[in-house]
Nanobody, 115 residues
Framework: QVQLVESGGGLVQTGGSLRLSCVAS????????MKWYRQAPGKQRELVAA???????NYADSVKGRFTISRDNAKNTVYLQMNSLKPEDSAVYYC?????????WGQGIQVTVSS
């Protein structure tokens, strides 16, 4: 059974930082690309950042230079370090992977940036 469990969200002021974590189980984590998505109220879910199994990364233009995705294969964990947060970063953030041809999502975690 594949599980993705996010943590680390919360309320922060503009310009602040948060680090999200996602612990994966039920997969060979080191083999998998991992992604972070977010969804704000009334908007479509969007890709924020991705990291491959070889640790190459890519980012949405809106977060480049502010967010960093990383992984620790020994801990089956992917991270999203978010700096210089803006109110428009407020959303529910989801961890995501694909395994055995299926999409898997975490339960989502709220990030709220106050102005």
């Amino acid at each position: 059974q594949v599980q993705l469990v996010e943590s680390g969200g919360g309320l922060v002021q503009t310009g602040g930082s948060l680090r999200l974590s996602c612990v994966a189980s039920g997969i060979i984590f080191s083999d998998k690309a991992m992604k972070w998505y977010r969804q704000a109220p009334g908007k479509q879910r969007e890709l924020v950042a991705a990291i491959s199994n070889s640790e190459s990364t890519n980012y949405a233009d809106s977060v480049k230079g502010r967010f960093t995705i990383s992984r620790d294969n020994a801990k089956n964990t992917v991270y999203l370090q978010m700096n210089s947060l803006k109110p428009e970063d407020s959303a529910v953030y989801y961890c995501h992977t694909i395994a055995w041809g299926r999409l898997y999502w975490g339960q989502g975690i709220q990030v709220t940036v106050s102005s």
